[in-house]
């Protein structure tokens, strides 16, 4: 059996939204017409991929990595002091005593021998020399250094010119009146006389002439 379907007539809701729908195309397609773009609303961003590109910026630094706990620290080694620059060191002085007497032990000193030398004689003044003649026209002076040998008696044993006056009869006028007439007091040793060498200066002066 053939079923025919019945054409119900549009309601008023229907026919205002009919209508709408036709303003609203009619008012699309004008706009176009003019150049106008009816933007477009979007729904909210994905969080998830607005976070990642943010970690993803080029302007950020690099995440710091925490300092690791595990790796040995190096010290540096002290160096050497040179050996120049080393304190001074004290020595440690050791002192001994040894004896000095004989082999007794006994400590005793040696005593030293009590020397003395030559001196003049108060009793017998040294004589001045005659003034060579030759000397005195010329109006010549001068000096003879003497190196005299006394005797264990006092008396001169030899002599001789240390430093000549530039004369020689007054360097031979000297020695033969120190051989001739001098005698001075001995040296001695423990009070006991003994032979010496013993230096002295003559001098020639023309007040002195005889």
Do not use: C
């Given at each position: 059996?053939?079923?025919?379907?019945?054409?119900?007539?549009?309601?008023?809701?229907?026919?205002m939204?009919?209508?709408?729908s036709?303003?609203?195309?009619?008012?699309?397609?004008?706009?176009?017409?003019m150049?106008?773009?009816?933007?477009?609303?979007?729904?909210?961003?994905?969080?998830?991929?607005?976070?990642?590109?943010e970690?993803r910026?080029?302007?950020?630094?690099?995440?710091?990595?925490?300092?690791?706990?595990?790796?040995?620290?190096?010290?540096?080694?002290?160096?050497?002091?040179?050996?120049?620059?080393?304190?001074?060191?004290?020595?440690?002085?050791?002192?001994?005593?040894?004896?000095?007497?004989?082999?007794?032990?006994?400590?005793?000193?040696?005593?030293?021998?009590?020397?003395m030398?030559?001196?003049?004689?108060?009793?017998h003044p040294?004589?001045?020399?005659?003034?060579?003649?030759?000397?005195?026209?010329?109006?010549?002076?001068?000096?003879?250094?003497?190196?005299?040998?006394?005797?264990?008696?006092?008396?001169?044993?030899?002599?001789?010119v240390?430093?000549?006056?530039?004369?020689?009869?007054?360097?031979?006028?000297?020695?033969?009146?120190?051989?001739?007439?001098?005698?001075?007091?001995?040296?001695?040793r423990?009070?006991?006389?003994?032979?010496?060498?013993?230096?002295?200066?003559?001098?020639?002066?023309?007040?002195?002439?005889r």
């Amino acid at each position: 059996m053939a079923v025919t379907a019945e054409k119900r007539p549009l309601g008023a809701v229907g026919r205002m939204g009919v209508v709408v729908s036709m303003h609203a195309a009619l008012l699309l397609l004008l706009m176009r017409g003019m150049g106008i773009r009816i933007p477009v609303v979007e729904g909210p961003p994905d969080i998830t991929t607005t976070v990642i590109d943010e970690q993803r910026r080029p302007d950020d630094p690099p995440p710091v990595a925490p300092p690791r706990t595990d790796v040995p620290i190096w010290m540096p080694e002290p160096e050497p002091v040179p050996a120049d620059q080393d304190p001074p060191v004290k020595e440690k002085v050791i002192t001994e005593t040894r004896p000095t007497g004989g082999e007794s032990g006994h400590g005793s000193a040696i005593p030293q021998p009590q020397i003395m030398g030559v001196r003049i004689d108060a009793r017998h003044p040294l004589t001045q020399p005659p003034y060579p003649s030759a000397r005195i026209r010329f109006n010549d002076e001068g000096a003879v250094d003497l190196e005299i040998y006394v005797l264990p008696d006092g008396r001169v044993g030899d002599a001789r010119v240390l430093k000549t006056s530039g004369f020689e009869d007054f360097d031979r006028a000297a020695l033969q009146e120190a051989r001739r007439s001098w005698r001075l007091l001995p040296a001695t040793r423990d009070g006991q006389p003994l032979a010496q060498w013993y230096s002295l200066r003559v001098v020639f002066k023309l007040q002195n002439a005889r």
